[in-house]
């Protein structure tokens, strides 16, 4: 198997490139049991993978490059850290332009909550759970601040994102444009 990983990273760190100190990094909840559940990582992506409290955001600007492997594994950990690292800026224009399967996002959504933490819930007008990536449909005319544009009701609203620490808002792209956009005016 590492035989395998080895060969798929070109014996480099998948995240970042670095040849310093390779590992395999089982991306959890996966037990490791094939190289699929693994990515190659060196000691420093590894570090800050196993600790939180030692993250430099700096250092995962690399996920510019590997976010775009076709590796599921290598997807879900920048997926992972890019939402973790959200609160810096640039991270979210990232995950704006990334697209994962829909087997590899509800990966990446596994126990991305740590303990202590907890989870807010985006919910459209009927209590259905929102996630990132969905398509909602706007159920009421809504005048955008700002603008004259008007999100006319039925105007579908594909690969949203939720809004970080606000439950009842989304964002997404309506006739070009990006909105902010109350939950309680949406259905999935």
């Known amino acids: 198997m590492s035989n395998e990983l080895n060969e798929r990273s070109g014996n480099q760190c998948e995240l970042c490139g670095s040849s310093d100190s390779l590992t395999s990094y089982t991306v959890p909840p996966k037990s490791g049991a094939s190289a699929d559940d693994m990515v190659m990582v060196c000691s420093t992506c590894s570090e800050q993978l196993t600790d939180t409290n030692k993250i430099d955001p700096n250092h995962w600007r690399c996920l510019n490059d590997s976010m775009w492997s076709e590796v599921p594994a290598v997807k879900v950990v920048a997926w992972r850290m890019l939402n973790h690292l959200k609160g810096e800026g640039w991270p979210s224009d990232l995950l704006d332009m990334m697209y994962l399967e829909h ?60 809004v970080h620490d606000h439950p009842d808002q989304i964002e997404g792209k309506v006739e070009g444009q990006k909105i902010v956009i109350l939950t309680q005016y949406v259905k999935k």
């Open 103 to 162: 087997d590899t996002l509800a990966w990446a959504k596994e126990g991305v909550v740590e303990e202590g933490e907890t989870k807010e819930i985006h919910k459209d007008s009927n209590g259905v759970e929102l996630v990132a990536g969905d398509t909602v449909t706007i159920i009421k005319d809504l005048n955008v601040k700002g603008s004259s544009l008007v999100a006319k009701r039925g105007t579908a609203v594909r690969n949203i994102s939720l």
